[in-house]
């Protein structure tokens, strides 16, 4: 007797079970699962049921399917999100040939769309960045929490998951080392802090910290006013939003701007690419290479200054020329 095909839902299933056992992050597998449920959504509207009838013209259908699909916010989606959604799902079918579940793969061919070579926007200036730094009531416990938190953002551009999954044991105060574990891909990793930050983290972790505590036992650095449980994102989002609104900033600041904001002027002055490469625990180089492109007004600068006819221009001016 001839068993039941396989569904999509079960053969999907044994491909989130593989990468679990891969080790993959739990947050990269839901991730997946959203991309597989708009897979699931174009083939219910496809009426597509049987996997073997997937061909490379439905894949590509399925392409131009997610070009049109707005996101949830009900904004365009941009080159980078789409290339995301249809790279999941050619590695879900790459897993199906690999395992025998097909005998040709059909999205073999499926070529990403070229994404545009687009600068970080809004990256702070350094004035801003120390601003939104200096803006916590340091006399208070949540402001103290607060400066510290922003000190460690800027000297060291982790990531808000980084962030939130830090322990008092992390910090090295010594060697004014911050370890980083199980950041993105699962890699650890040990950056530098800057000599402030860690005197911002030495008394936050001896006097203040205590103090947030209360009766609650957490190895997280940083906690909560409430009960001293571990902040969530939208605690980080809020301690970084309340300063940027009180100093009616006019710029979308987030944990990855902070990110953004390291690296530019980390390289601007004059910073080795490959260690901010390591610092930042880019996987690739070209990353990290984005910061090295100056901003249009540095250029401008530059212009004013070497270029030829900028020079000629200084020793004579253009009215002798006029009739």
């Known amino acids: 007797m001839t068993p039941e095909p396989l569904t999509f839902d079960a053969l999907f299933s044994r491909y989130l079970q593989n990468l679990e056992s891969l080790n993959y992050s739990r947050e990269t597998l839901r991730t997946l699962e959203v991309y597989f449920n708009r897979f699931n959504e174009f083939l219910t509207e496809s009426k597509i049921t049987d996997i073997h009838t997937v061909t490379a013209a439905v894949l590509q259908d399925f392409q131009r399917w997610v070009f049109y699909q707005p996101t949830f916010k009900g904004t365009a989606r941009t080159v980078a999100s789409q290339n995301r959604v249809l790279s999941g799902i050619r590695n879900f079918f790459a897993f199906l040939t690999s395992e025998g579940y097909l005998a040709h793969n059909p999205a073999q061919g499926l070529r990403l769309s070229k994404e545009p070579d687009a600068l970080p926007k809004n990256v702070l200036t350094p004035d801003e960045a120390r601003k939104i730094i200096e803006a916590p009531d340091t006399h208070t416990l949540s402001g103290y929490r607060d400066r510290a938190l922003l000190e460690v953002l800027y000297a060291t551009g982790i990531r808000k998951a980084e962030l939130r999954n830090l322990t008092v044991a992390d910090v090295n105060l010594e060697e004014e080392l911050l370890r980083v574990n199980r950041g993105k891909g699962k890699k650890d990793r040990v950056v530098p802090l800057s000599s402030i930050a860690c005197q911002y983290l030495e008394n936050y972790i001896k006097a203040i910290r205590p103090e947030l505590l209360k009766s609650r036992e957490t190895d997280k650095l940083f906690i ?58 880019h996987k690739s180089l070209a990353t990290t290479e984005r910061y090295l492109r100056v901003s249009i007004a540095d250029l401008k600068e530059a212009h004013r200054k070497f270029h030829p006819r900028e020079q000629q221009q200084r020793r004579k001016s253009a009215r002798e020329d006029l009739p």
């Open 224 to 281: 909560s006013t409430r009960g001293g449980l571990p902040l969530g994102v939208h605690g980080i989002k809020n301690i970084i939003n309340r300063y940027v609104r009180r100093l009616n900033l006019k710029k979308h600041v987030t944990c990855h701007l902070w990110r953004h904001s390291c690296a530019t002027h980390l390289l601007k002055n004059n910073a080795n690419l490959r260690h901010v490469q390591e610092m930042l625990g």
